[in-house]
């Protein structure tokens, strides 16, 4: 026990000392603090990041971002402070990521991201877009309509879509095209070639 306390008030007093830390203190000072909390540093990765396969990286980025600062001084707080990179290190992958899908990220207001709000112009832009959107919709004869609206805005597939309206996936498969198809000419402005349907 006496070990352990002094230990611990080495620890404190190069935390408080201001002096540069070298690498052996910070190997020891990482080993004694930082890796005893693998585990929860895991779960919180895990949490908050839904791609499991990522969560082995984004612990050796954290790790490597904590040792790093520790080379230029102790932090007072090692759990605090590694919780914290971890917080931010998700937070800048959040931002620089191209695309995310909505999955990525579990809680996005827990990690205090800055929300991405459409100015106006955007939001008009948007709104007139599917207004175009549904008209075009509308155009289409009804069962291409149906056929597309379940695949492309419910995600079902071929084969629920022809259960759902009857009909053979093949049948399914050409309302889909049509649909598709005379959906991009009336959007993109060139003239709908609408077949009838069966």
């Not at 909390?37 to 990765?45: G, K």
């Not at 490597?64 to 001084?73: I, K, P, S």
């Not at 919709?137 to 419910?154: G, T």
């Not at 629920?160 to 005379?182: D, F, K, P, Q």
Request: aromatic letters at 6%; zero cysteines.
């Amino acid at each position: 026990m006496a070990e352990a306390s002094e230990t611990s008030r080495e620890s404190t007093e190069l935390q408080n000392s201001g002096a540069p830390v070298t690498a052996p203190e910070v190997d020891a000072w990482f080993a004694r603090e930082i890796l005893p909390l693998e585990a929860v540093l895991m779960q919180f990765l895990q949490r908050h990041w839904r791609n499991p396969s990522d969560a082995d990286d984004l612990l050796q980025d954290v790790y490597v971002r904590v040792y790093e600062a520790a080379l230029r001084e102790l932090p007072a707080h090692a759990r605090q402070f590694v919780f914290t990179t971890a917080r931010n290190l998700l937070i800048d992958r959040v931002r620089h990521a191209q695309i995310i899908p909505i999955e990525a990220v579990s809680d996005l207001d827990a990690l205090d991201v800055a929300h991405d709000i459409p100015g106006p112009d955007r939001s008009a832009i948007a709104r007139d877009e599917l207004r175009r959107l549904q008209a075009a919709l509308d155009r289409l004869p009804p069962k291409s309509r149906e056929a597309v609206v379940l695949a492309r805005i419910e995600g079902l597939s071929g084969k629920e879509i022809a259960v759902r309206m009857g009909l053979s996936e093949a049948t399914i498969s050409y309302h889909l095209t049509n649909g598709v198809s005379a959906l991009a000419d009336m959007l993109y402005g060139e003239q709908a070639d609408l077949r009838s349907g069966a």
